[in-house]
């Protein structure tokens, strides 16, 4: 057998691809110990358990059906603390300082790959597996690549981009070369009915809207930031209208701003220390050039001179191609558009960086763009 | 198709390259070491038989059927009923009043709501101790006004003044466990009951008794005398079927005139619990009873020996305090002999109950609620414990069936567990 006994966590979320990620493991020979990881309790802190797309009972139990049907051991594991510290608190921060920010990049870098991680050792289990579509392949260097899944249409890389090597080294994507068709058919023929479970698609820990979130939340901490309102002025300076808090806006944001006007207007730009929120027409949006900061390069290495990439500023996007120059010893990068174009670029999401390569595409590394 | 051929071939990259500095733990583990009776103790022989005689005579009819099918049905019924009465009171077993439940957890929601009904006007405020199980915490919450929770002394003991100095004029329930499911520490029950006498009180006082009975020596119709209205049961906490306990209700104290049925129907129970009796539970809680009439003083010292043996073994393991604290390991007069509760400091109580599962021995920390998530417990926060000291806590309770084999090997597995965790090293 390929995985010899040897035991892994499967993170296990109660879904679809961490299912069969576990299973497919199980059935290769390694000692799989299943994990959900509770983050968020739906009954002390409000919100909707039906709404719920994780931690929700039924999704647990989903999990734990995998796993007794394949007769390995499943457990929670409480990740409250670390979820709330890790992903929630600076969620509502960035939100309440003008920033969109992405809480699944935190929940990667700090739990999943990080407290979970922790977690395994002290069962001293130091493989920790889950459910991304994305691959980890051994460079000529010695070093190890992420690189996209070949299935492209699901491939979650854009999330992983912050990995380090120990992180690459310690961790296994089992499904991860796989088409979702295959991976639903492949739980299908064990008669699992989570072969059939609809896909999660928006922020697990908000089952209200988002601004609402933020504010209950901001409530519970302290000196989290001004959730105070103010003005909604143009990119010429006059004043249209008054909002009722930075955190209800996303730069490249067209609706909800109740503000009527000859042509269609956009968020371009959030101060959070006026409290002005810019709006514009869409060319005030395009920019040619931004910074990121929070610099993470796959290989451990800052490369020395600027380079060509593919550039991702969401996950549902094509790359772009751009320069890219690393500044201040990598740890922050200056991104410009090839030719004469230019995009909106939203302060607070990762901008991740791909080249081609023979196996592939291959991430190089990311960050977090700066205003 | 092919994607999965492709995705075992990465695999096997994936094994050969990057992961070979992993050496495979071939801990073959035989069967589990059980060291969580107070979640449940295994079924004793006794109960398999009987078990096994009621299926094997076919004799699961209707107790309340007039045929002779039905009548040997009641007739097994019956007998466990007396069979539970003799073993819960030696001399005052005409005084108990037992009405049978699905569990422990029936029986005190039971008990809360049957003495509320009957104080309709003054149902506004319950009295109980901070660390009762969430069968009495949740249905005293869910159905009194307020609710007065009263902590406990460092060694986990609720004081009877306290309890008494919390009674308001509205209070229509106390509620105080006789032995916590966590540190398996006695409760002053007969003390709280005189302290209320002695204050008027007029509600009743209702007493969870389900860690107790079968692994502590106490006389219900004695407690019952004294002013306890009722007590609750359960089957599997000490060695009979899951799925069957009973509330006690104490005849002397007249609390039968005031307890209300919570389910209402055929009439069953004398009224008190409609719904078909299960008979096949019933009568392994009768046998279990029958049984530890005779045997239970002995059980209770050999498993005394035990526990003590395993916290020895512990405790010259980690002979430093910072290392390893005993919060609660209880003599035989002063609650459960079989539990040991222990703290150490560092590693969460969380993850090593996870890691000793892995290893093959069974304990816990906290209680588990349904979705897996182990909770701290109430009962070290009523002690003043902080939460980061209850979080360190894992508790080992030993059941009927435990052998010094089992206790030798499980001593040296949670020492070599505890080590590695601390060493924060791989497993070899």
Redesign the interface.
């Known amino acids: 057998m390929?995985?010899?006994?040897?035991?892994v966590v499967v993170a296990m979320s109660g879904g679809v691809d961490s299912s069969a990620a576990a299973l497919?493991?199980h059935e290769?020979g390694y000692?799989v110990?299943g994990v959900?990881m509770?983050v968020w309790d739906y009954r002390k802190n409000g919100g909707s358990h039906s709404k719920a797309t994780c931690c929700a009972?039924a999704d647990?139990n989903d999990a734990?059906t995998v796993a007794d049907y394949a007769g390995f051991?499943?457990?929670?594991?409480?990740f409250e603390e670390e979820f709330y510290e890790a992903v929630i608190t600076p969620f509502v921060r960035a939100y309440s300082h003008g920033y969109t920010p992405n809480p699944c990049l935190d929940c990667n870098r700090k739990v999943k790959f990080s407290a979970l991680r922790t977690?395994a050792?002290?069962?001293?289990?130091?493989?920790v597996a889950t459910g991304h579509y994305a691959?980890?392949?051994?460079e000529e260097d010695g070093t190890?690549g992420l690189y996209t899944s070949e299935n492209n249409a699901k491939d979650q890389s854009y999330f992983l981009y912050a990995m380090t090597q120990e992180d690459l080294?310690c961790t296994?994507f089992?499904?991860?070369?796989?088409?979702k068709a295959?991976v639903r058919s492949?739980l299908r023929s064990h008669g699992l009915d989570v072969a059939n479970k609809a896909e999660s698609q928006d922020i697990c820990f908000v089952s209200s809207r988002v601004s609402e979130f933020v504010e209950t939340e901001a409530k519970r901490m302290k000196s989290i930031g001004d959730l105070s309102g103010g003005s909604i002025v143009s990119v010429d300076g006059a004043k249209l209208g008054t909002h009722d808090g930075v955190h209800q806006f996303t730069v490249g944001q067209r609706k909800g701003l109740g503000i009527a006007h000859s042509e269609p207007l956009y968020v371009v730009n959030i101060d959070p220390q006026t409290r002005d929120v810019t709006v514009g027409p869409r060319s005030a949006l395009e920019k040619r050039q931004f910074s990121v900061g929070q610099v993470n390069w796959i290989s451990g290495r800052a490369p020395e001179n600027s380079f060509d990439a593919f550039v991702k500023l969401r996950y549902r996007q094509d790359g772009v191609l751009c320069r890219v120059e690393p500044l201040a010893d990598g740890s922050r990068a200056m991104v410009t558009f090839q030719g004469s174009d230019s995009s909106a670029v939203s302060p607070g999401q990762a901008a991740v960086f791909f080249s081609n390569s023979k196996r592939g595409l291959r991430v190089l590394g990311g960050g977090i763009i700066e205003r | 198709m092919s994607s999965y051929v492709f995705c075992y071939q990465m695999s096997d990259f994936v094994a050969s390259n990057r992961f070979m500095n992993h050496t495979i733990s071939a801990s073959a583990k035989s069967r589990a070491i059980y060291l969580d009776a107070n979640a449940g103790a295994r079924l004793r022989p006794v109960a398999r038989v009987a078990l096994e005689q009621m299926l094997h005579a076919q004799d699961c009819g209707n107790p309340s059927s007039i045929h002779s099918v039905g009548r040997r049905a009641r007739a097994g019924v019956s007998k466990a009923r007396a069979e539970v009465s003799h073993f819960l009171s030696a001399d005052h077993s005409r005084d108990l009043e037992i009405v049978f439940t699905s569990g422990g957890t029936e029986a005190c929601n039971a008990m809360i709501k049957g003495f509320l009904h009957s104080n309709a006007q003054k149902s506004s405020h319950a009295v109980s101790t901070a660390f009762e199980h969430p069968a009495v915490s949740d249905t005293l919450l869910a159905s009194c006004n307020r609710v007065t929770k009263v902590g406990a002394n460092k060694d986990g003991v609720v004081c009877p003044e306290e309890i008494a100095n919390a009674l308001t004029p509205d209070t229509a329930l106390v509620c105080v466990m006789l032995v916590n499911n966590e540190t398996g520490v006695l409760q002053p029950v007969a003390e709280v009951a005189r302290r209320l006498r002695e204050r008027g009180f007029g509600g009743a006082l209702l007493c969870d008794a389900t860690q107790a009975i079968g692994k502590f020596k106490v006389d219900l119709g004695e407690l019952a005398a004294c002013g306890v209205s009722a007590f609750a049961i359960s089957g599997h906490k000490m060695g009979a079927l899951q799925g069957v306990g009973a509330v006690v209700l104490g005849r002397q104290s007249d609390s039968c005139r005031f307890f209300e049925p919570s389910q209402r129907g055929g009439g069953q129970e004398s009224g008190f619990r409609s719904g078909t009796e299960n008979v096949l539970g019933i009568v392994t809680l009768g046998a279990v009873c029958q049984e530890l009439k005779t045997t239970m003083s002995e059980e209770i010292s050999r498993v005394e020996n035990l526990r003590d043996m395993f916290r020895s073994k512990l405790r010259a393991d980690f002979p430093d305090h910072e290392d390893f604290e005993i919060i609660s390991s209880p003599e035989q007069s002063r609650g459960l002999s079989n539990t040991l509760l222990v703290r150490l400091p560092g590693i969460r109580g969380d993850d090593l109950v996870i890691a000793l599962d892995l290893e093959g021995v069974c304990a816990s920390h906290g209680s588990a609620c349904s979705s897996g998530k182990q909770s701290v417990s109430p009962a070290l926060e009523a002690m003043g414990r902080s939460p980061k000291e209850a979080r360190e806590t894992v508790r080992f309770s030993l059941d009927w069936a435990a052998t010094e084999e089992e206790i030798m090997r499980a001593s040296g597995i949670v020492s070599e567990v505890v080590s590695r965790m601390k060493q924060g090293q791989l497993s070899s």
């Open positions: 390929i995985g010899q006994g040897q035991k497919l493991l290769q000692q110990v959900s509770q009972p647990f734990r051991p499943f457990y929670v594991f409480d977690r050792r002290s069962l001293g289990i130091g493989l691959r980890i392949l051994k190890l080294l296994m089992p499904i991860g070369e796989m088409e295959d492949y």
